[in-house]
């Protein structure tokens, strides 16, 4: 109803959901269905986002936004073969400018 009523976004928070046992994601996809179906241009801001499942899920189901702790955003960039990376390349770069 507020996509109809002309809202520029809504916000359902699914973390939130979830702690009720309600599917926060499966609301990210209903809405998803109905704005494609009638051509709504109502943007979708994911909030109360929890995990990485959660950013993922979201970019997947077709969320527009979303709202995600610092703390969260920064293990996005944790991943052991990113971290092993970014060694050998400060090493190498040491190397060459010592």
């Given at each position: 109803?507020?996509?109809?009523a002309?809202?520029?976004?809504v916000?359902?928070?699914?973390?939130?959901?979830?702690?009720?046992?309600?599917?926060?994601l499966?609301?990210i996809?209903s809405?998803?269905?109905?704005?494609n179906?009638?051509n709504?241009?109502?943007n979708?801001?994911a909030a109360?986002?929890?995990?990485?499942e959660?950013?993922?899920?979201?970019a997947?189901?077709?969320a527009d936004?979303a709202?995600?702790?610092?703390?969260l955003?920064?293990?996005?960039?944790?991943?052991?073969?990113?971290?092993k990376?970014?060694?050998i390349?400060l090493?190498?770069?040491?190397?060459?400018?010592?």
């Amino acid at each position: 109803m507020a996509a109809k009523a002309g809202a520029t976004y809504v916000s359902p928070f699914i973390g939130r959901l979830d702690d009720i046992n309600e599917d926060g994601l499966g609301l990210i996809k209903s809405i998803r269905t109905i704005f494609n179906n009638y051509n709504l241009e109502t943007n979708i801001l994911a909030a109360s986002i929890r995990s990485k499942e959660h950013i993922n899920k979201c970019a997947e189901i077709g969320a527009d936004f979303a709202t995600i702790p610092y703390s969260l955003l920064n293990q996005l960039f944790d991943h052991p073969l990113t971290t092993k990376g970014l060694e050998i390349f400060l090493s190498d770069h040491a190397k060459l400018n010592p």
